[in-house]
C-alpha cells in the first residue's frame, strides 16, 4: 500500500511543462528525498503531491484516494494529515514564536486555549527551543526559525511532512542537526517524510530513497548507496558536484 501515488503527473505553466509524465509511489513511513539542479521542477513537484498545485494531467493518490476527484470537503481530513515546512519557512513575523505554533492549532482543532499552549511548548521543547517561547521570528537565529518551523509543521501531528529544503541557508553542523530532528522525530511519530534539499550529503543521511528531477522527469535513483553508483551521466555529474557533464548547460 502506498501513502503517496503520482501516476503519469504533468504540470505545465501556460506553455512551459516542468514535469511531464511522473510516477512515483511512497510507502508509509518511507523518507522519500528529492534533488536535482536548480529550477527544474522540486518544488513543482513537491507542492503537486501536498495538493498546492493542480497537474494538467495524471492522478494524484493520498492514502489510496484520488486527490483531484475529491470535494473540499473530502479533502479536509487528508489535508490534516499533513505537516508542511515550506522553503522560507513562512512564519507570521507579528506573532511570537509559541503564537507560531498555536496558529494552526487553533484554526484546525477544538482543542482550549490550555491545550493549545501545552502541546506548542511541547513541540518548542521538542525542537530544542523551549527558550524562545515569547520571542519573535526576528529576535531568534536562522536555525531557530528553522526548527520553530518544523514544531509548527509538526503541531497538528501529521502524517505526511513535506520538507522544502530544511537546511537552505544553514552552516554544516547545524543543517546536521536539523536533519537529525527530522529524523528523530520521524521515528517517535511513525510519519512518512518528503524533503527536499540541494546538499546530497543530507540528501544521504535523510533518505531511504532518493529522486532526482531532471528534464521534465523524476528519476528514481534507490537507496543513497544505489544514488552514488547510478549509471546515468545526469546522476553522476549531479550527485559528484561535476562542473563539466550533461547538466552543466542548465546552469
Not at 494529515?81 to 519557512?89: A, P, R, T, Y
Not at 512564519?91 to 484546525?108: A, G, K, M, V
Not at 477544538?110 to 513541540?123: G, H, L, Y
Amino acid at each position: 500500500m502506498s501513502m503517496i501515488s503520482l501516476k503519469d503527473i504533468t504540470v505545465a505553466f501556460d506553455s512551459h511543462v516542468v514535469l511531464k509524465n511522473v510516477s512515483l509511489d511512497i510507502a508509509p513511513g518511507e523518507s522519500f528525498v528529492i534533488v536535482g539542479p536548480s529550477g527544474q521542477g522540486k518544488t513543482t513537484l513537491l507542492k503537486t503531491m501536498s495538493g498546492l498545485i493542480t497537474p494538467q494531467n495524471g492522478k494524484v493518490f493520498i492514502e489510496q484516494r484520488e486527490w483531484l476527484t475529491l470535494s473540499s470537503k473530502e479533502r479536509l481530513p487528508l489535508l490534516k494529515k499533513m505537516g508542511i515546512l515550506f522553503q522560507k519557512n513562512a512564519l507570521f513575523d507579528s506573532l511570537t514564536c509559541i503564537e507560531n505554533i498555536c496558529f494552526p492549532l487553533r484554526e484546525t482543532t477544538k482543542a482550549t486555549d490550555w491545550e493549545i499552549a501545552k502541546k506548542a511548548e511541547f513541540f518548542l521543547d521538542a525542537v530544542g527551543i523551549p527558550h524562545a517561547r515569547d520571542l519573535y521570528p526576528d529576535e531568534i537565529s536562522g536555525g531557530m526559525q528553522k526548527r520553530l518551523g518544523i514544531a509548527r509543521a509538526l503541531a497538528l501531528d501529521p502524517e505526511i511532512i513535506f520538507y522544502d529544503d530544511p537546511t537552505a541557508g544553514l552552516d554544516p553542523i547545524t543543517s546536521k542537526k536539523i536533519i537529525e530532528l527530522i529524523l528523530k522525530l520521524k521515528k517517535e511519530k511513525g510519519s512518512t517524510v518528503v524533503a527536499i534539499t540541494n546538499d546530497m550529503n543530507r540528501a544521504y543521511q535523510m533518505a531511504d530513497r532518493i529522486g532526482v528531477v531532471v528534464d521534465q522527469q523524476l528519476l528514481i535513483t534507490g537507496t543513497p548507496e544505489q544514488t552514488q553508483d547510478h549509471p546515468d551521466p545526469r546522476v553522476h555529474q549531479f550527485v559528484r558536484g561535476l562542473l563539466h557533464g550533461p547538466l552543466t548547460t542548465l546552469a
